[in-house]
């Protein structure tokens, strides 16, 4: 069967979860940054708030501290965040739940200075009808997502994904007094691809299945491994933002370059509204699908467990093949999608 997909274009991407953006500004004043998105889910809400630097990336940029941050919706409900570590701000969604329809606007006091965000009301969830991947040359795992455009829309919608990948190590025999444990490792994707879709380029009705991710196969495939998509309906602004963000990286490849390269995003100085500020705070619902990747689906290329199979350990051997806790970003809770 022939299964028509749509190819996004490729480029970074900010997150609530604080993905690193590779950037490379020029000399001059330093810039506050913005870096945060409310969801409807009752989990802990996160901004980052920081500025940049002369050169690297934007997980190492400076934290702003001290900063008085608050969200506050059009029924006249306030929250504010809480400084949990240095230029991290976080909120539990238990004090405001983004719901649909309804419209937020954040505020910051940082350093002498008022900054407001432009208003952003947070849209109807698009679900994804499911996702699936496929494999080539036998080493490169390719992830789609099924869209349906909905008939009843006008234009839209306006999509967004972000991906990580879960994968499985179970530990080896090192002695009588250690349980072998199982281990859940997530690996962020790299920031150079950002998948978008404007629905408003595809026919009422019609399916969508853009390829959202790609993967070369490595030992994280050796045994099970996930792909969680995590797909955020945006507004028509914030939708114009990341295409931006898109055109600009696939020109350049620097995110932050100063005008006339830099993005604008939708926080203003008050008192200053040339003052250029980066990043952009909005409202995004989103819907989440999983694929799974068995090793067995890479036949007749054959991919060894991370920590090897009987009697044919690595060399040499992973100390974290006795320990895998060890490993970075790593759990021994069982992910509850996992089967």
């Excluded at 499985?168 to 998948?195: A, I, K």
């Excluded at 196969?217 to 797909?231: C, H, I, T």
Aim: glycine share 8%.
């Amino acid at each position: 069967m022939i299964i028509p997909v749509i190819l996004l274009s490729g480029t970074v991407f900010f997150h609530s979860c604080i993905d690193a953006l590779e950037f490379t500004p020029t000399e001059g004043e330093k810039l506050l940054v913005v870096d945060g998105k409310l969801s409807a889910s009752a989990g802990v809400q996160t901004l980052r708030l920081s500025e940049t630097g002369v050169v690297g990336r934007s997980d190492n940029f400076s934290p702003v501290t001290g900063a008085t941050i608050t969200l506050q919706d059009d029924e006249g409900r306030v929250v504010g965040y809480s400084e949990t570590a240095p230029g991290i701000y976080q909120f539990s969604g238990n004090l405001i739940q983004g719901t649909s329809g309804r419209t937020y606007t954040l505020h910051i006091q940082s350093r002498g200075k008022t900054y407001v965000s432009k208003a952003e009301t947070m849209p109807q969830r698009i679900e994804a009808d499911s996702s699936f991947f496929s494999i080539a040359n036998s080493k490169f795992v390719y992830v789609y997502s099924s869209v349906q455009i909905p008939a009843d829309l006008a234009r839209g919608p306006f999509l967004k994904w972000r991906i990580n990948n879960v994968y499985q190590v179970n530990e080896v025999y090192c002695g009588p007094f250690d349980p072998t444990n199982v281990c859940y490792v997530t690996q962020t994707f790299s920031n150079q691809l950002l998948p978008i879709l404007d629905g408003s380029l595809l026919a009422r009705g019609e399916a969508a299945r853009p390829f959202v991710a790609v993967k070369e196969a490595d030992k994280a495939f050796g045994e099970v491994a996930y792909f969680n998509l995590y797909m955020e309906t945006l507004t028509p602004d914030a939708f114009k933002y990341w295409n931006k963000v898109s055109l600009l990286l696939t020109q350049s490849g620097s995110f932050f370059d100063a005008p006339p390269g830099a993005i604008r995003g939708n926080i203003i100085n008050v008192n200053n509204p040339e003052e250029l500020v980066l990043g952009y705070f909005y409202a995004a619902p989103e819907d989440t699908t999983h694929v799974k990747v068995l090793a067995s689906d890479f036949l007749p290329y054959t991919i060894n467990p991370y920590c090897g199979v009987a009697g044919f350990v690595p060399s040499p051997f992973p100390p974290e093949c006795c320990t895998c806790t060890r490993l970075p970003n790593s759990t021994l809770e069982k992910p509850d999608y996992w089967d």
